[in-house]
Structure formats: C-alpha cells, structure tokens
C-alpha cells in the first residue's frame, strides 16, 4: 500500500517561514491534500490539489509538491498556526485514500 | 451553512457491533462523495471508507475491509457506516467528511466534529 512520510515535529519562530514535507513515491503524479487540526478539533482543509486554498485560508499557506516530496509551506508564521498538518492523497492503485502520519508544528 | 452532525458512536463490546450516522445539511448530498475518518486517541487521521455520490461504488481500507459497510440514503442527506466484528484498534473518534467532488479522490472540504467509539469489555 502507499505510504506517506512526514516529520513527526516541526518547530518554527513566530514570523519565520515553517516548511512541512510529506515523502511518497512519485508524489509529484499525484494530488496532494494538507489539513490543520488544532487540538481537540476536527481537522481543517488549508490546501488542496497540491497549491490551491479553500476560501477563508489566509495567503500565508502555500503547497508544491514535485518527485518523491510535497511541500506546505506557512509563511510569517503565528502562534495561532500551531497544530498538527497533515498530508493526504488517493491511491489509485489500490482504490484507497492515504494520510501522512502527521507533523506537530511547534511556534517558539 | 454547510454542516455534517455524526451520530451512533458509544461503548461496545469486542465483537460487537455498531453503526455510525453523519446527518449533512447545506449543500446537494447526492453531488458529493462522502467518506469515514478515524483518530485513535493520540494518534494521526487514518481513512477508513468512501461512498460515491450516487452511493454505486464503495471503497475501504484494508484495516476494516469485510467488517465494516458503507452506505448513505441521499433522501434522507445520511451518511451511515456499519462495524461488525469490533475489535479494541477500532477505537477512536470517527470523523465524517465531504469530499469536493462526485467522486473519492478529492479533498475533504468540511468535516463533522466526529463521534467516539470505544470497544471495550
């Protein structure tokens, strides 16, 4: 089965750039989904189809994804930003949908 | 507004079964697949089932595969999921999601507050 990797922590300063990797073979072909959850809360979509934002998810919150690794970004980064990101995509192969295991991002 | 409202979760025996409800409200059911999340306590999301729009194709995980049963009434907007043979790693909260699109590969664009399960004796 398709498997995601992701950096179990991340840490940030407030106003700095976080950067937050999701590894899977030949990723780059496929399209990739990130979704925040605050603790205690349903997970929230902030970026879809590799680099697009749902309507109400600030600019600050970019996506690439090219090759073996996608990307989101979170530029000037705030404490209220702090929480778990997670990747997602469809593997086609086997019919199934695939979450990374999740990235705790810390803001310092 | 958009919303989905989970129903059904509760304590249960190993072996035992249950069945999840999510009520959606505020966009056309019908248009868009819907799909079943779960998160064990302390852990990350793990994608459990999706339904297509007009409820003809269903899809699982290999984890719940010939336990669990998708389906959903789109007269009544209700996504159900249907667990037998419960066992304890089936514990964890059971989000329900809607995927942006007639089909599962989109993203998942509004979530319930999910409902817990906890298998148990």
């Known amino acids: 089965s398709y498997v995601l990797t992701q950096p179990p922590s991340v840490s940030v300063a407030p106003g700095k750039t976080a950067r937050i990797t999701c590894g899977g073979n030949?990723?780059?072909?496929?399209?990739v989904h990130w979704y925040q959850q605050r603790p205690s809360q349903a997970p929230v979509l902030v970026i879809y189809y590799d680099n697009d934002r749902p309507s109400g998810i600030p600019e600050r919150f970019s996506g690439s994804s090219s090759g073996n690794t996608a990307t989101l970004t979170i530029s000037r980064v705030e404490a209220g930003d702090e929480a778990d990101y997670y990747c997602q995509v469809w593997d086609s192969s086997s019919d199934q949908g695939v979450f990374g295991g999740g990235t705790k991002l810390t803001v310092l | 507004e958009v919303q989905l409202l989970e129903f059904g979760g509760g304590l249960v025996q190993p072996g035992g079964s249950l069945r999840l409800s999510c009520a959606a409200s505020?966009?056309?059911?019908?248009?868009?697949?819907m799909s079943w999340v779960r998160q064990a306590p302390g852990k990350g999301l793990e994608w459990v089932s999706a339904i297509i729009g007009g409820g003809g194709s269903t899809y699982y995980a290999d984890s719940v595969k010939g336990r669990f049963t998708i389906s959903r009434d789109n007269s009544k907007n209700t996504l159900y999921l249907q667990m037998h043979s419960l066992r304890a790693e089936d514990t964890a909260i059971y989000y329900c999601?809607?995927?942006?699109?007639?089909?599962?590969?989109?993203?998942?664009?509004?979530w319930g507050q999910g409902t817990m399960v906890t298998v148990s004796s």
């Open positions: 030949n990723i780059g072909s496929k399209s």
């Open positions: 999601g809607k995927d942006s699109g007639s089909f599962p590969y989109d993203a998942f664009d509004i």
């Open positions: 505020g966009f056309s059911f019908n248009s868009f697949a």
